[in-house]
Nanobody, 127 residues
Framework: QVQLVESGGGLVQAGGSLRLACAAS????????MGWFRQAPGKEREFVAA????????NYANSVKGRFTISRDNAKNTVALQMNSLKPEDTAVYYC????????????????????WGQGTQVTVSS
C-alpha cells in the first residue's frame, strides 16, 4: 500500500508560480514511478507530468512543457511539481499518483497505469 498526501495548492495570479508536493508513505519509494494529473470541473482527469523511479526520466503533457518541472527526492519519499508561468486554464484539482514497478526507466502517462492516488489539491489561477 502507498498513501499519498498532496500539499501546496492555492490561489495565484496568471503568470505566477506554485510548487506542489506529494509525500508517500511506502518505504520502497525508489521502486515506485510517480505522476501528476489534474481535473478541471466538468472535464476528465488528464495527465500533467510523470517521473521514473530514479528521477532520470520524465514526461510532460504538451500543455505544460517548458512551464512545469517534476522532480523527486527518494531519501524523503517526496515528489514535487514546480509550476511556473501559470495560466487560468491550469486551474484544476491536482492529483499525485504512484505505481510500483521494477522497470528502471518506465514513465507512465495514463490514469489506468497508476495504482495509488492522493486526495488532490486545488490550484486556482486568476486572470
Amino acid at each position: 500500500q502507498v498513501q499519498l498526501v498532496e500539499s501546496g495548492g492555492g490561489l495565484v495570479q496568471a503568470g505566477g508560480s506554485l510548487r506542489l508536493a506529494c509525500a508517500a508513505s511506502r518505504r520502497t519509494f525508489t521502486q515506485t514511478a510517480m505522476g501528476w494529473f489534474r481535473q478541471a470541473p466538468g472535464k476528465e482527469r488528464e495527465f500533467v507530468a510523470a517521473i521514473n523511479w530514479n528521477g532520470r526520466g520524465t514526461n510532460y503533457a504538451n500543455s505544460v512543457k517548458g512551464r512545469f518541472t517534476i522532480s523527486r527526492d527518494n531519501a524523503k519519499n517526496t515528489v514535487a511539481l514546480q509550476m511556473n508561468s501559470l495560466k487560468p486554464e491550469d486551474t484544476a484539482v491536482y492529483y499525485c499518483a504512484a505505481r510500483q514497478t521494477s522497470l528502471t526507466f518506465a514513465v507512465f502517462s495514463a490514469t489506468s497505469q497508476y495504482d495509488y492516488w492522493g486526495q488532490g489539491t486545488q490550484v486556482t489561477v486568476s486572470s
